[in-house]
C-alpha cells in the first residue's frame, strides 16, 4: 500500500523560506510523477508544482516561479518543496501526491498525503 507523508510545515514570516518533504513508502517513488498541490480556506486545490517520474523536467504555477523549487532524493524516497520568498498568499494546507501521469489536475492522481499547513505571516 502506498502511503505518503508530509512534514516541514509551520508559520513564516513573510520573506521567509521554509522545506517541506513527502516521504513515500509501499512502492519505489520512480514509477510516479510526483506533485505539490494547495489548498487555502475556502478555495479550490490548486497545482503548485510536480516532478517528472524520471526526474529530469519541473512544472510550476506561475505564481510559484522562481520561488519555489521542487527536487527528489531517490536514496530516502522522498520528494521536497523547497519555498523562498514566502507571501502572506502562499499560506494553505500544502499536499504531495503521487500518479501515474503528468497533469495538473488533482483527479488525476491516485495517491495523497494528509496535508501539511504553511502560513505566512504580513
Known amino acids: 500500500q502506498v502511503q505518503l507523508v508530509e512534514s516541514g510545515g509551520g508559520l513564516v514570516q513573510a520573506g521567509g523560506s521554509l522545506r517541506l518533504s513527502c516521504t513515500v513508502s509501499g512502492r519505489t517513488f520512480t514509477s510516479f510523477t510526483m506533485a505539490w498541490f494547495r489548498q487555502a480556506p475556502g478555495k479550490e486545490r490548486e497545482f503548485v508544482a510536480q516532478?517528472?517520474?524520471?526526474?529530469?523536467?519541473?512544472y510550476y504555477t506561475d505564481s510559484v516561479k522562481g520561488r519555489f523549487t521542487i527536487s527528489r532524493d531517490i536514496a530516502k524516497n522522498t520528494v521536497y518543496l523547497q519555498m523562498n520568498s514566502l507571501k502572506p498568499e502562499d499560506t494553505a494546507v500544502y499536499y504531495c501526491?503521487?500518479?501515474?501521469?503528468?497533469?495538473?489536475?488533482?483527479?488525476?492522481?491516485?495517491?495523497w498525503g494528509r496535508g501539511t499547513q504553511v502560513t505566512v505571516s504580513s
Open positions: 501526491a503521487a500518479g501515474g501521469r503528468l497533469t495538473t489536475a488533482p483527479i488525476r492522481y491516485d495517491y
Open positions: 516532478l517528472t517520474s524520471s526526474g529530469r523536467n519541473t
